[in-house]
């Protein structure tokens, strides 16, 4: 199994900037890709923004140009720098990883951290 702990979500105004990490834990596992998603109140989880154990990126339209999720691979670890924070950005944010664990793919998700913008 592997686990993902997410922590930096909190309370800020409009305009602000919040910081997002994950730290995966386990045995003898290797990620592929690491991302976030989110789901905000009455709708359905969407994807973030994810990066590859190469450094490749996508991301939402939504977040293009003010959000910016980044890697440390030695701390296995993934980031989501959250610029220029709109209302419209709260929601709980969810860090997903997958890969291989004892010989076995596997896809995990973190229990969530939620972000509030206030206008």
């Known amino acids: 199994q592997v686990q993902l702990v997410e922590s930096g979500g909190g309370l800020v105004q409009a305009g602000g900037s919040l910081r997002l990490s994950c730290a995966a834990s386990?045995?003898?596992?290797?990620?592929?890709?690491m991302g976030w998603h989110r789901q905000a109140p009455g709708k359905q989880r969407e994807l973030v923004a994810r990066i590859t154990r190469g450094g490749s990126t996508n991301y939402a339209d939504s977040v293009k140009g003010r959000f910016t999720v980044s890697r440390d691979n030695a701390k296995n670890t993934v980031y989501l720098q959250m610029n220029s924070l709109e209302p419209a950005d709260t929601a709980i944010y969810y860090c997903?990883?997958?890969?291989?664990?004892?010989?076995?793919?596997?896809?995990?998700w973190g229990q969530g951290t939620q972000v509030t913008v206030s206008s």
């Open positions: 997903n990883a997958d890969g291989v664990v004892n010989f076995r793919r596997f896809d995990s």
């Open positions: 386990g045995t003898m596992f290797s990620i592929n890709t």
